[in-house]
């Protein structure tokens, strides 16, 4: 996660992140932009969501994160989403947008998200804030969760990015944590994850198994989108 050192480090390691997510929300713009409208009302990658879903889903992330950079910034307590339901509704609503309003909608909730950013002081960044899941995180984190959501919701829209396209140090700093968090889950199988130059072990039950394949291919094995096994579930 996103390094607490020295006020240089912590502000050179959030430009970092803050790359991931303007990266990030380009390659998702790129697709939307190169898909007919409608192509919106087809499948993604992801079960059961068209890739409106995905869009709005996007979209609706971009606002809910927004929240909490306010509440970084005002102190004000303000949730990501009024309930799980209104989010879940919302995603729902926008996928039957006419694809023009959705598109626009994106590049306005990212945009917001940007200025959000940068309107935080140093300060505001080690406010204490909640995650949708409850979780409490420091301000700094939510470039991350957002960083996640926009590279791996680009390839999820079902257009030409692959995990290919994303860079090989979020695809790192993705799989250092989805591993972390696969290893305390309970009845998770062992598994070793071996790329050319790296090496993780996913702590779990069994001898371990052993995954082979080129970094994007371990990072989208590990986010549960491979059908090798032992097939993971999804995340995310
Ligand atoms: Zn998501």
């Not at 940007?114 to 406010?127: C, H, K, Q, R």
């Not at 999820?156 to 090989?168: I, K």
Request: aromatic share 6%.
């Amino acid at each position: 996660m996103i390094a607490t050192g020295t006020p240089g480090e912590a502000a050179h390691a959030r430009q970092i992140y803050v790359g991931w997510v303007t990266a990030g929300i380009e390659l998702c713009e790129h697709v939307v932009t190169s898909l007919s409208d409608a192509e919106f009302a087809e499948p993604s990658r992801l079960p059961g969501w068209t890739r409106g879903h995905v869009i709005a889903h996007i979209d609706g992330n971009a606002r809910g994160l927004g929240n909490l950079v306010t509440w970084a910034r005002t102190g004000i307590e303000t949730p990501m989403y009024s309930s799980m339901e209104q989010r879940d509704a919302d995603i729902e609503a926008g996928a039957l947008l006419p694809p023009q309003a959705l598109r626009a909608r994106l590049v306005q909730s990212s945009a917001q998200l940007a200025d959000g950013f940068n309107s935080l002081s140093e300060e505001d960044w080690s406010v204490q804030v909640r995650t949708a899941q409850g979780r409490m995180i420091a301000a700094r984190e939510v470039i991350w969760l957002r960083a996640r959501e926009v590279m791996i919701h680009a390839v999820d829209l079902g257009g030409d990015v692959t995990f290919e396209d994303l860079p090989d140090d979020f695809l790192i700093a993705l799989t250092d944590e989805l591993v972390a968090r696969r290893g305390t889950q309970r009845g998770h199988p062992a598994i070793a994850l071996q790329a050319p130059r790296h090496r993780w072990d996913i702590s779990g039950e069994g001898t371990p198994a052993v995954v082979n394949g080129t970094l994007p291919q371990i990072a989208a094995y590990v986010t549960g989108r491979s059908s090798r096994a032992p097939i993971l579930p999804g995340w995310l």
